[in-house]
């Protein structure tokens, strides 16, 4: 291989490097950012399971807090009934039993 060759290959492989590196900066935003709205989830999670064992105890008042804790998730496209709890609502609609739920809380 000749010295141009070499300088060539070297400057490809340098490029090449430089692309792997901002693809691994944009990935660890992403995991930080998966991070974050994990940890967001885990905070809503405890009160909701709160918030339920509330509603199964037979209490009907819940704190101010806790229902626009729901009312955001359920804004967010998010199941807040008991049943399909914190799953996707398909294409945002309407669930009578997250309704039903956020009129009890
Ligand atoms: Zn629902």
Redesign the pocket.
């Known amino acids: 291989m000749v010295k141009k060759d070499l300088f060539d290959a070297f400057d490809g492989f340098s490029q090449n490097l430089m692309l792997t590196l901002a693809d691994v900066e944009a990935m660890k935003k992403q995991v930080q950012a998966l991070v974050e709205e994990n940890a967001r989830l885990r905070l809503e999670n405890t009160k909701l399971r709160q918030y339920f064992e509330e509603v199964e105890k037979g209490k009907t008042r819940t704190s101010k807090e806790t229902r626009d804790t729901l009312l955001g998730i359920?804004q967010d496209g998010f199941?807040?009934?008991k049943?399909?709890?914190g799953?996707r609502?398909d294409n945002d609609g309407d669930?009578?039993?997250?309704?039903e739920?956020l009129e009890r809380a």
């Open positions: 359920y199941h807040v009934c049943d399909f709890y799953q609502r669930c009578l039993w997250c309704d739920q």
